[in-house]
Each structure stands twice: as C-alpha cells, then as structure tokens.
C-alpha cells in the first residue's frame, strides 16, 4: 500500500505536519501522514510519506506557506531503509 | 539498547563484520556503525537488508553514521502474538482533549496496526467509531490492508444505523452485539480505544 511513497518528511512540530498535509491534499498532491519511523531520531512524531515526482512541487507549496518541514529521506521499497537527503534551510 | 561501532579507517570487510557481531549480540535496540567511505556504507546498508534491519543513513563532513535497527516482531508485553488480539474501536478520534490531534493519532495508530508483520484477529468498530469504516474515512485504506492480511472488520449495525451511515459502509461486515462480544470473550487479548 505505501510502496509508491519513495519519500518521507519530518517536521519540526507536529502543528506543521498537521498543516502540510491539508495544505499537499488541498493542492491534490497524494501524501500519507505516518508516525516518525522507528529507524529515524528526531523530536516530531509525525512525518509524512510522498512520491519523488512530486517532491519539488511539494516543498514549493511547504515553502510559500511557511511551513517548517525538517529533514527529506529517501525511502526504498522495503519501507524500513531511510537515507537523509535534505535538511530545512528556511 | 544501542551500540556505536566506528569503523572509519577500517578496510572491508571490517566494517560489516564488526556490524554483523554486534547485531548478533542483541535481540533487540540500534547499532550505529560510522564510516567514512561510500563502499562500506552500501556493505552495512546491504548487511542491514539482509537481516531485516530497519536501516537510517545520514552523512555529516564526509563520513556516514548507519543507524540499523534490530526488533523481535511485535507482541503485546505477556507474549500473546498480535494474531490473537481484538480491538474494539469506540470512538473516531483516539483520545481526549483536543479532535484534530486525535484525528492525527487514530492515523497514525492504523498507519502502524497495518504495517506490523502480525495483524490482530478483529477490529470492531462501535458508536461514532463507526465512521471509520465508511468511504470518507481516513484511514480506509489502512482498514483495506488489515482487511487484505486476514484482520476481520466489523462494525456495529446499530450504530451505523444511527448515525445514517448504513449505506456508506465502505470495509467490512455490518456486526451486532452477541457477534462483538464473542469475539471480545474470545480473543487471546482485548484492547478498547474509547
């Protein structure tokens, strides 16, 4: 079922993840929200899932809504293999 | 539990040995293994993948901190396997004090029953927990992958009935009470979210 999700994105407060996924769905852009896997460490336990194809536009809307996401992973097909690709800049 | 093993300097196959030991070691916990080039980060990644591993990567001036992560299947702490387990659903929201976070955290709680290796036997759905099961939930596509692992999904016909929702039921059978209390007195293990 979230196979097709090849990215995750960490917040910094569970308050932004709450808006970037009313604000992706809003934009039509399919995300799937998920608690902070086990294999990453951070503060926030809410992320959400997304595809690679619609990671740009994604940041895009994060970014002129003001949302402060945290750090970008890649994520393979097993789901539980998570490489860090990005982090926040404002 | 957690192990930091750095292995920057070391020749192959060093790294990935002294990764396998330590997961050997454990049942369960983290080992963070540090390397410094991009042959051993994809030896440990692959060390990782072979065991079943959850696996985090991040790179820091150069070097590359592998986070593997070992555990032993989820079972409820007496030992009951998830397989034997029910779970009676009485709410839409999970939890009390504020409705957009419990929103947030019933996703996340079906997010994570779908994705354990074992599934629970039943979850039964009652009063407005009721509109989780019909086609506007969020989380009905977490429902059609418990559904499609063997979980049996019920919910009360009285309360769909109430509540209008009868013909939006969207997973699942339409349940009453004698059917929702055998499964209650039946299962290894209960688990009410009210």
Same mark, same amino acid.
């Given at each position: 079922?979230?196979?097709?999700? #090849?990215?995750?994105?960490?917040?910094?407060s569970v308050h932004h993840a709450i808006r970037a996924e009313k604000?992706?769905? !809003?934009? !039509?852009?399919?995300?799937?929200?998920?608690?902070?896997?086990?294999?990453?460490?951070?503060?926030? !336990?809410?992320?959400?899932?997304?595809?690679?194809?619609?990671?740009?536009?994604?940041?895009?809307?994060?970014?002129?809504? !003001?949302?402060?996401?945290?750090?970008?992973?890649?994520? #393979?097909?097993?789901?539980?293999? %998570?490489?860090?690709?990005?982090? %926040?800049?404002? | 539990?957690?192990?930091?093993?750095?292995?920057?300097?070391?020749?192959? *196959?060093? *790294?990935?040995?002294?990764?396998?030991?330590?997961?050997?070691?454990? &049942?369960?916990?983290?080992?963070?293994?540090?390397?410094?080039?991009?042959?051993?980060?994809?030896?440990?990644?692959?060390?990782?993948?072979?065991?079943?591993?959850?696996?985090?990567?991040?790179?820091?001036?150069?070097?590359?901190? /592998?986070?593997?992560?070992?555990?032993?299947?989820?079972?409820? *702490?007496? +030992? @009951? *396997?998830?397989?034997?387990?029910?779970?009676?659903?009485?709410?839409?929201?999970?939890?009390?004090?504020?409705?957009?976070?419990?929103?947030?955290?019933?996703?996340?709680?079906?997010?994570?029953?779908?994705?354990g290796d074992s599934v629970p036997a039943a979850v039964m759905f009652?009063?407005? +927990?009721? &509109?989780?099961?019909?086609?506007?939930?969020?989380?009905?596509?977490?429902?059609?992958?418990?559904?499609?692992? $063997?979980?049996?999904?019920?919910?009360? +016909?009285?309360?769909?009935?109430?509540?209008? /929702?009868?013909?939006?039921?969207?997973? $699942?059978?339409?349940?009453?009470?004698?059917?929702?209390?055998?499964?209650? &007195? $039946?299962?290894?293990?209960? @688990?009410?979210?009210?």
């Amino acid at each position: 079922m979230t196979r097709q999700y #090849d990215r995750l994105l960490s917040f910094v407060s569970v308050h932004h993840a709450i808006r970037a996924e009313k604000l992706l769905a !809003g934009e !039509g852009i399919k995300v799937m929200p998920l608690p902070t896997p086990r294999e990453i460490a951070i503060s926030c !336990g809410q992320c959400l899932l997304l595809r690679s194809g619609e990671e740009a536009r994604a940041l895009a809307v994060l970014k002129t809504a !003001g949302v402060e996401w945290s750090k970008l992973y890649s994520r #393979d097909e097993t789901g539980r293999a %998570y490489e860090k690709l990005a982090e %926040y800049e404002g | 539990m957690s192990t930091e093993i750095d292995a920057r300097g070391l020749a192959c *196959p060093q *790294p990935v040995i002294q990764a396998k030991k330590a997961l050997d070691s454990i &049942e369960q916990g983290s080992v963070t293994v540090i390397v410094d080039n991009a042959v051993a980060k994809e030896n440990v990644a692959k060390l990782a993948r072979a065991n079943r591993c959850g696996l985090s990567i991040e790179e820091k001036d150069g070097h590359f901190y /592998l986070r593997l992560t070992k555990d032993s299947g989820r079972q409820t *702490p007496d +030992g @009951i *396997p998830a397989a034997r387990t029910v779970y009676l659903i009485a709410k839409n929201t999970l939890g009390h004090g504020n409705d957009e976070l419990g929103a947030v955290l019933m996703k996340s709680f079906f997010f994570t029953l779908q994705a354990g290796d074992s599934v629970p036997a039943a979850v039964m759905f009652i009063n407005a +927990g009721v &509109e989780l099961a019909v086609d506007s939930s969020p989380v009905l596509d977490h429902l059609k992958a418990l559904s499609a692992k $063997g979980t049996e999904i019920m919910s009360c +016909g009285t309360c769909l009935d109430y509540f209008g /929702l009868k013909e939006r039921l969207a997973i $699942g059978e339409i349940s009453n009470m004698y059917d929702i209390l055998a499964r209650l &007195e $039946g299962a290894g293990k209960a @688990i009410t979210l009210s």
